[in-house]
């Protein structure tokens, strides 16, 4: 559309203008909007330009490889892909804490990023994907580290000791902006219509203390629920689905033995902004079949349940 072909094109001038010759870090979190911020910059400033992917291990299902893909291979952007997924489990072990968590990976983050910023040369500048709400949302005491960088909810918050100059271009736009952004930048339908993702990623869907065996769990059921919904056609009605593994084990029965294992609830939700939240009526069988696929394919899940709540007053998140 005409707009955002003039926003892309007026945003392109903007960066060269700020940026003139030196070097910008882009963090990226593996989400839609650091992805599109990260594409517009290099499409004004090319080489300049470094993406840093810290892979937490707490991504969903397999998109910590789709984001390498895209940027080294698809669009030939220089990556730095840190594989930092024992480093957070380590640090997260112990921690039931919602906040102690979402604090630990913040900094985590900061501080693995932080290292690799500093091998880079001459780096002046870093890039965030902060969007309006984001903004206008810092001053709310909900919430923790974002894409992580900015902590979320905190904008502007960059550690003392990294004394770069912020690239912020998205800071205008709401998230349908930014998707219109991102499809006019050439990025797919698929990448570009993805929900919105928590920067502390699956850490805050498993209440209680986070351990490889239940992130592996937590993401092959979440992966299986996605999966229906797309096969449903639902997925784009969605403003965020998925799945959240509970700290509670409930008695089931699998042929004629009786198990006893966790119990996984199912989160979907409508909204504009993820400031406020319908829960998502879904068709019956379509949550049927869910749970049937879940029970029997996923090792140590027997019950699934669905969460009715709205926000206010819950959140969209468990935690
Ligand atoms: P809540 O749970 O507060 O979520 O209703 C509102 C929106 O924010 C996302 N969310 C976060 N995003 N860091 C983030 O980057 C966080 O700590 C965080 N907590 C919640 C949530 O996924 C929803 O889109």
Not at 242 to 258: E, I, Q, S, Y
Not at 277 to 287: G, H, M, Q, R
Not at 300 to 319: A, C, F, L, Q
Request: aromatic share 8%; hydrophobic share 40%; net charge negative.
């Amino acid at each position: 559309d005409w707009t955002m072909a003039a926003f892309r094109q007026e945003m392109i001038e903007k960066i060269r203008a700020q940026v003139g010759t030196g070097k910008v870090i882009c963090g990226l979190s593996g989400g839609v909007d650091s992805s599109v911020a990260a594409v517009l910059i290099h499409e004004a400033i090319g080489e300049q330009l470094t993406c840093v992917f810290v892979d937490t291990g707490l991504l969903r299902k397999n998109e910590g490889e789709q984001v390498v893909t895209l940027f080294r291979d698809h669009y030939n952007i220089p990556l730095i892909h840190v594989q930092a997924q024992d480093k957070f489990l380590g640090e997260l072990k112990g921690l039931s804490d919602p906040e102690q968590k979402r604090k630990t990976i913040g900094r985590l983050f900061i501080e693995v990023f932080d290292e690799e910023a500093a091998k880079i040369d001459g780096a002046e500048f870093l890039a965030q994907g902060t969007l309006y709400p984001d903004v206008v949302e810092s001053v709310s005491p909900h919430g923790g580290p974002s894409t992580v960088i900015k902590s979320h909810h905190n904008v502007g918050g960059l550690p003392d000791y990294m004394k770069l100059k912020l690239v912020e271009p998205l800071r205008e736009l709401f998230k349908d902006e930014v998707r219109a952004l991102g499809r006019e930048l050439g990025l797919s339908e698929a990448f570009v219509g993805r929900h919105p993702f928590p920067g502390p990623g699956l850490a805050i869907r498993i209440p209680g203390e986070v351990t490889a065996e239940k992130v592996k769990t937590l993401q092959d059921a979440d992966a299986i629920y996605l999966d229906e919904i797309r096969k449903a056609g639902l997925y784009n009605e969605i403003w965020q689905a998925f799945a959240v593994l509970l700290p509670v084990k409930t008695v089931g029965v699998m042929g004629d033995a009786r198990t006893y294992e966790d119990v996984l609830a199912l989160r979907a939700v409508t909204s504009s902004d993820g400031m406020t939240a319908d829960f998502y009526e879904f068709p019956w069988p379509v949550l049927g079949r869910c749970a049937t696929r879940i029970v029997n394919e996923i090792r140590g899940v027997n019950r699934v349940v669905y969460d009715v709540t709205s926000k206010p007053p819950g959140t969209i998140e468990w935690e």
